[in-house]
């Protein structure tokens, strides 16, 4: 009999995070398809100690360094791309708030992909013979550091080769553009590591921009890169990206990507954002209220809305998707 994972956004942060896990999240490039609206729950709830990985940083943990409620991450790569560097993330870091540990993303990859496939450690022929590898931030006095990526002889060349430590994060948020109830999810754009990641996490929650009906996963199931059974729970969020692009659903919001990441830059910016951005609605339709309706309807009709063409037979109305996530919640 089929399963509704649907959750509201609250009780999925209620249920499934705590103060000092482990919480991973995956994006599709630093201003592409994450679960930002996630983050914004965990400030709400105010989770402490997040020990964060992210295969490429995004506002979510720009936001969440900020904040303060990270203090330990781990990144492949720390800017916003053409939106500049991620200020929150620097200031938490230059001010002694936040240990940031640096891999480079080939390297995020195959550690998630390490985590997927339960291996005990991940044969590392990058990042080795530099300060990538000697250098770790979470032992700074310690160099050259044999801990971060050790040296190990393979057993077929006799070559010293790296090993890397598998990610197997408590907790991924991974945002998809199109989930059923069950939690089969399709994500449109680039991928990057959503797939490793969802396999590598010991739970797996997916943020989704729309619900479908399960014969949309039926009809393609090659698409389904994300099944059911790996995933805990799901919540319908549109623009759960948001200011980020989710492509198929809407393009960046690039205004608020720059008016956010400058708000970020201080104590009193970051206070503010939260203030408005975080604290500000009590549901979704309060969420979607603030963002503005009519900048929806601008950023929805961009030049990757065709990429939904295929799927929008199967779409639920959105009065259907919240009463299923209240069906499933009573």
């Known amino acids: 009999m089929p399963t509704n994972k649907l959750i509201t956004l609250a009780e999925a942060v209620r249920r499934y995070t705590w103060d000092g896990m482990q919480y991973a999240s995956g994006a599709a490039l630093p201003v592409g398809s994450d679960a930002i609206v996630f983050g914004r729950e965990l400030l709400r709830q105010q ?20 904040a303060g409620a990270v203090t330990r991450a781990e990144c492949g790569f720390s800017g916003l791309e053409g939106f500049g560097f991620a200020n929150g993330l620097r200031r938490a ?51 050259p550091n044999p801990n971060k990526i050790p040296s190990v002889t393979d ?24 989930a059923d109830p069950e939690g089969d999810a399709i994500m449109l754009g680039t991928e990057w590591s959503r797939f490793e990641l969802s396999r590598a996490a010991r739970r797996v929650v997916l943020l989704a921009d729309a619900i479908v009906d399960t014969d949309c996963m039926r009809q393609y199931p090659n698409l389904v890169r994300i099944p059911g059974i790996v995933v805990e729970a799901v919540v ?82 959105h009065a259907e998707a919240l009463a299923l996530t209240a069906e499933a919640s009573t």
């Not at 989770?47 to 900020?66: M, P, V």
């Open 47 to 66: 989770r402490r100690e997040l020990h964060a990985i992210f295969h490429a940083n995004t506002q979510q943990l720009n936001l969440l360094a900020a």
């Open 93 to 143: 870091i230059e001010q002694g708030r936040l240990v940031l540990e640096d891999f480079s993303n080939l390297a995020m990859a195959l550690r998630l992909l390490g985590g997927a496939l339960n291996w005990p450690f991940v044969p590392a022929t990058v990042n080795i013979g530099s300060d990538l590898q000697y250098r770790r931030a979470f032992e700074p006095d310690v160099h």
């Open 155 to 178: 057993p077929f060349s006799g070559k010293q080769i790296g090993a890397f430590s598998p990610l197997r994060p408590d907790l991924a948020a991974i945002h998809v553009t199109l």
């Open 236 to 317: 319908y969020w549109p623009f759960a990206a948001w200011p980020q692009a989710s492509p198929g659903m809407h393009d960046v919001d690039e205004a608020h990507m720059k008016a956010m990441n400058v708000a970020l830059g201080s104590d009193d910016g970051t206070a503010a954002y939260i203030r408005d951005y975080v604290e500000s609605y009590a549901d979704l339709d309060g969420y979607l209220d603030l963002i503005g309706r009519e900048t929806i309807s601008e950023l929805s009709n961009g030049a990757t809305a065709f990429l939904l063409d295929p799927y929008r037979r199967w779409l639920l109305p």
